[in-house]
C-alpha cells in the first residue's frame, strides 16, 4: 500500500523515536522538501528508457545486478539507495540519465553510491554516468570526478542532522540549491530560496 505524505512523514518521526530512522539517497542529495512534497508521474518516457537501458545491459551479460540496493549504517541512522547498475565482478557501477546536461545532484548521487558500496566491499568501485536516449541506447558516458570519502562522509552527517532537527519539530526541511530551486514549483513563496538568493547577491556584489 502507497504511503500518504502524512503517513511518510509520521513514518519517518516515528522511527527517530525508536532510534534509528532510513533515509533515502533521494532526500540526500536534492532539496528534501521538494523531494518529499513534487508530485510526480508514476511512469514517464524517462521511467521506460531507464528500464529499456537496464535489460539491454541484463542482456548483454548477465551479470550485471539491476536496482542494486547500497546502504551505509550508523546508530542513529541508516541511508540506503538503489544503484541502476552494478557489476560485481568487474567492480563498476552505471548510474542512467534521461537529461540533456549533467547536474550537481547527480554527482552527489554517484559520489554516495560509490562510498556505500566500496564500505560494503572494502574495495575500489569504478563509476560511470550514461546518458541514455528514449530507446534505452547509450548516447555517451562520463567518468565523473568525485569527492573524497571525507568530503562525502562529512556531507551524510550534516544533511542528516539538518533532515533529523527539522522531523524533531515536526516537518521536512527545506535546503536550497540554485539547481533545484530554478525549477521548483515551490519556489514562489519559499523563504529558503529567498535567503539563497540573498546569500548569492551579497556574494556577487562583494
Ligand atoms: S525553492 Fe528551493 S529550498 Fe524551497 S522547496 Fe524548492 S528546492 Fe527547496
Given amino acids: 500500500m502507497k504511503l500518504t505524505i502524512d503517513e511518510k512523514i509520521q513514518d519517518y518521526i516515528k522511527s527517530l523515536e525508536k532510534g534509528k530512522i532510513q533515509i533515502d539517497v533521494s532526500l540526500l542529495v536534492s532539496c528534501p522538501y521538494k523531494t518529499i512534497y513534487e508530485p510526480r508521474a508514476n511512469i514517464t518516457w524517462r521511467t521506460e528508457a531507464h528500464i529499456l537501458w537496464q535489460n539491454k545491459l541484463k542482456q548483454q551479460d548477465p551479470n550485471w545486478l539491476i536496482e542494486y540496493e547500497v546502504s551505509y549504517d550508523e546508530e542513529e541512522f541508516k541511508v540506503i539507495g538503489y544503484v541502476d547498475a552494478f557489476h560485481p565482478i568487474k567492480k563498476l557501477l552505471l548510474e542512467g ?61 550534516s544533511r542528516v542532522e539538518k533532515i533529523i ?29 529567498q535567503e539563497l538568493q540573498t546569500t548569492l547577491d551579497s556574494f556577487l556584489q562583494a
Fill in 97 to 157: 540519465k534521461t537529461s540533456r546536461q549533467l547536474y550537481q545532484k547527480h554527482l552527489r548521487q554517484v559520489a554516495l553510491y560509490k562510498f556505500m558500496l566500496e564500505q560494503q566491499l572494502g574495495e575500489e568501485v569504478k563509476v560511470y554516468i550514461v546518458f541514455i536516449d528514449e530507446k534505452g541506447n547509450e548516447r555517451y558516458k562520463i567518468k565523473p570526478t568525485l569527492p573524497t570519502d571525507m568530503e562525502v562522509m562529512y556531507y551524510i552527517y
Fill in 165 to 193: 532537527n527539522g522531523l524533531k519539530r515536526g516537518y521536512i526541511v527545506k535546503i536550497p540549491d540554485s539547481e533545484d530551486c530554478k525549477y521548483c514549483i515551490f519556489a514562489k513563496d519559499c523563504r529558503k530560496k
